[in-house]
C-alpha cells in the first residue's frame, strides 16, 4: 500500500525554483530517509506532502487520496515532528501531550493513556510535571516528537529530530523510530547525519537543490559509486599549492578539506595512491595516505560535488 506519494511537484518562492519536479513514493512499513544540504528543500517538500503550503504544480496522494480531498480523519493518521522544536514552554510536557492529543479529538481516559504511552516512548515519563523551559535540548527534542505521537499516527515524518541533542537523547530518538516502525509506522525521516540514516532507513532519497539527485537502498546507493576511489590524506599544513597540485591530477573529480585532512575522489584505475602521494609531497609534509571505502556521504559528494553537511547546524 502506498502511504504518500508526490509526482512531479514543482514549488517556487517568487523566482526561487525550491522543488523542481519531484517525485517520491513511500510504502507501507517503510522508514525512509530524507538526506539533504540547507537549503536543499526538504522542510518546503514535507511541507508540501503534509498540504501545509500549496504547490505550483504536480500531484500529492496520501493513503491513496488527492491532498485535496484530506479530511480530518486523514490528517489524524499523520504525525509531523517540526524542525523547530515547537511546543509550550508555560505547560508541563504532560499538558502539552494533553493539547497535542486533544487537538487530533483524544479525550477522557483514551487521551490519558496515549500521553502517558507518549511520555513512555522518548523516555520523559519521569519529567511529566516538569515545564520544557526548565529540559535540556534533547529532551525539547523528544517532548516535541511525543507530541507528534501522541495520536499514534500511521505516518511519522520528521524534520531533523535530531539536531543539537545529546548522544543519548540520540540513540533514545533512533531506537524510538525504528520500536515505532516494528509496531508498524511508517516514516520519513529527514537528516544530516548520515550515520542516522544508515542506522534506520530501508531506503534514502537525497534531494539537493530541489532535485532528486539520488534514490535507493544503501547498498544501491554505494554501488552506483563503485568506480570512484576516495583517499584520505593527512597533511602538517593544507597550503593552496597542495590543493593546486591535486586539482590537477588526472581522473580527480573532488578535493574536500576538513583541517588537515583532504580527501579525494578519483576515477579507478590511475594508480591513484601514488600519484596522489607524489604530488602532495612535492607541497609539503604528508603524515598519512590511505584509501577508503566509499559511504553514503561519499555517494553525496560525488553526485553534487560538495559535503552533505556543508552549512550545517551542528
Ligand atoms: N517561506 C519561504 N519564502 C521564501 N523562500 C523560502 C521559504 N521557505 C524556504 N525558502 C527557501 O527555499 C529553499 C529550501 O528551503 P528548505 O527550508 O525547504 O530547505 P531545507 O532542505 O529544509 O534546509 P535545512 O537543512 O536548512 O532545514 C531555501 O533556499 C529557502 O531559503
Ligand atoms: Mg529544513
Do not use: W
Amino acid at each position: 500500500m502506498v502511504i504518500a506519494r508526490m509526482a512531479d511537484i514543482v514549488k517556487r518562492y517568487g523566482t526561487h525554483l525550491v522543488l523542481d519536479n519531484v517525485s517520491i513514493e513511500m510504502g507501507k512499513g517503510e522508514i525512509v530517509g530524507l538526506l539533504g544540504p540547507n537549503g536543499a528543500g526538504k522542510t518546503t517538500l514535507l511541507f508540501a506532502l503534509t498540504g501545509l503550503i500549496g504547490v505550483d504544480s504536480g500531484e500529492i496522494e496520501l493513503f491513496g487520496r488527492p491532498l485535496g480531498d484530506n479530511t480530518l480523519e486523514t490528517k489524524r493518521r499523520i504525525g509531523f515532528v517540526t524542525q523547530e522544536v515547537s511546543v509550550f514552554q508555560d505547560l508541563t510536557a504532560r499538558e502539552n501531550l494533553e493539547f497535542f492529543g486533544g487537538i487530533y479529538g483524544l479525550r477522557g481516559p483514551g487521551l490519558k493513556q496515549r500521553v502517558q504511552h507518549a511520555l513512555e516512548i522518548v523516555g520523559l515519563a519521569k519529567y511529566a510535571n516538569r515545564l520544557p523551559a526548565k529540559f535540556s535540548g534533547g529532551m525539547s527534542r523528544r517532548l516535541n516528537i511525543a507530541c507528534a505521537l501522541v495520536h499514534a499516527p500511521e505516518f511519522l515524518i520528521m524534520d531533523e529530530p535530531t539536531v543539537g541533542v545529546d548522544p543519548q537523547s540520540r540513540r533514545h530518538i533512533l531506537e524510538t523510530v525504528r520500536e515505532l516502525n516494528r509496531q508498524g509506522t511508517t516514516v520519513l525521516y529527514t537528516t544530516h547525519y548520515m550515520e542516522e540514516v544508515q542506522a534506520i532507513a530501508s531506503r534514502v532519497i537525497i534531494l539537493d537543490q530541489g532535485h532528486v539527485i539520488a534514490e535507493g537502498t544503501i547498498s544501491d546507493l554505494v554501488e552506483q559509486i563503485r568506480h570512484e576511489e576516495r583517499i584520505r590524506l593527512e597533511v602538517v599544513d593544507v597550503t593552496e599549492p597542495l590543493l593546486q597540485n591535486l586539482r590537477k591530477l588526472e581522473g580527480v573529480k573532488g578535493v574536500v578539506v576538513e583541517d588537515r585532512i583532504v580527501r579525494i575522489t578519483t576515477q579507478v584505475g590511475f594508480g591513484n595512491l601514488d600519484r596522489v602521494l607524489a604530488a602532495a609531497s612535492e607541497a609539503g609534509g604528508v603524515l598519512s595516505i590511505n584509501a577508503e571505502r566509499p559511504t553514503l556521504e561519499d555517494v553525496f559528494l560525488t553526485l553534487t560535488g560538495k559535503q552533505l553537511r556543508d552549512g550545517g547546524e551542528e
